[in-house]
């Protein structure tokens, strides 16, 4: 992460007035100081910070155009408090980007439509994506997601929406599992495919890679969503962990009006996600000497790895593509059960001295090996 510059603020002190008339008295007969003082600017402590996240979704939501503009350099404080002393400072460097001077450099607009990205995506894809974000194509989406968020609900939440740059960061990646779509009912989506927040139950596609997981690696546990609940914590479908592991779940379109599949699809999001996957595969391509593995699950998602052929294809950095049906209980009779992908992604690993995933959700389940 480059060093950045503390925002500029108005260091003007603010004159106390007094509360009672004898105060108003001894201040009127009270001589000025003549001891000069250094003047210091202010500066935003971490509670600050902090309620002005808890504020990101009803900023979002109700954002218009004739809405002053925020300094972009204090609303990403909270960010700077994380990277402190992260080894983020030296990939802004290897990757020449410098947070604060892309920030400068954005206009009034693009800095009230990208907020949120400056606020909620990860440095380390920042890094990579900043010159995306200023396209044509990707204000455009952004005028249009800010339309839809002040008059419908939208899946995931704003502050959800990017988690998945912030669960595994860009060095960190090992494995990338390609998604479509998010759920579109409430406490499911939550910024990574195939995963659903708590308390809801793991929908039929996620039950079906846990099967597979179960025959990839016997030791592997399902999350019972019967005795999560009895044990007062229901759910079994957030999939943070893998993502914390280095697995990547990221769908095609990252936004989904409630109850409507596919409803934001063909608006930018499929570029923007595009862009991201090659931007990784170049990353590792210069600065390592070892890919990922890639899981392409149904057509789309093979249509999609197809587009990157050549990039992967053009170095002498292995890769892996692992392409099967899509678990969803339409086809994963036709072929998922029995693909191995997830034991064929460890080995894989293990081949390239890198280590394994460890694809157990429940406490004390640990799964590497078959």
Not at 76 to 84: A, R, S
Not at 191 to 208: D, H, I, K, M, Q
Not at 220 to 242: H, M, R, T, V
Not at 344 to 351: D, G, Q
Request: contains cysteine; charged residues 25%; positive net charge.
């Amino acid at each position: 992460m480059s060093t950045e510059k503390r925002p500029i603020v108005d260091t003007k002190e603010s004159i106390k007035k007094p509360k009672l008339i004898t105060e108003f008295f001894a201040q009127a007969n009270r001589k000025p100081a003549v001891k000069k003082t250094k003047r210091r600017a202010p500066v935003m402590n971490n509670t600050t910070v902090e309620k002005s996240i808890e504020k990101i979704e009803t900023v979002e939501r109700s954002i218009s155009p004739e809405m002053p503009i925020r300094d972009a350099s204090r609303s990403v404080k909270d960010e700077k408090i994380q990277e402190i002393g992260s080894d983020y400072a030296d990939f802004c460097h290897e990757v020449n980007f410098n947070k604060d001077e892309w920030l400068q450099s954005l206009n009034e607009e693009q800095r009230r439509l990208l907020d949120l990205e400056i606020r909620t995506l990860h440095i380390t894809w920042l890094a990579v994506l900043h010159k995306e974000l200023t396209k044509p194509y990707f204000i455009k989406l952004k005028k249009f997601l800010q339309v839809q968020m002040a008059t419908k609900t939208i899946f995931p939440t704003p502050k959800d929406i990017y988690s998945w740059s912030h669960l595994t960061p860009l060095p960190e990646l090992k494995c990338l599992i390609l998604g479509q779509d998010p759920y579109h009912n409430h406490n499911q989506a939550h910024g990574l495919a195939f995963s659903v927040l708590e308390p809801t139950r793991p929908p039929p596609s996620l039950l079906n890679i846990y099967k597979t997981l179960k025959i990839d690696f016997p030791s592997f546990q399902i999350p019972d969503y019967k005795e999560l609940a009895k044990q007062g914590k229901p759910g079994g479908g957030n999939l943070s962990k893998w993502a914390k592991r280095g697995v990547l779940m990221l769908n095609a379109s990252l936004t989904v009006e409630a109850h409507k599949a596919n409803s934001h699809a063909n608006q930018g999001w499929e570029q923007f996600t595009e862009e991201a996957i090659r931007a990784a595969i170049s990353y590792v391509k210069r600065k390592r000497e070892k890919g990922f593995v890639i899981m392409a699950w149904g057509s789309p998602a093979q249509k999609r790895v197809a587009n990157f052929n050549a990039q992967l294809n053009s170095s002498d950095v292995p890769f892996l593509v692992l392409r099967t049906v899509h678990p969803s209980p339409l086809s994963a009779a036709r072929g998922f059960f029995d693909s191995k992908v997830f034991k064929k992604c460890n080995e894989w690993l293990l081949e390239h001295s890198l280590d394994p995933i460890d694809w157990g959700l429940l406490e004390g389940n640990s799964v590497t090996h078959a």
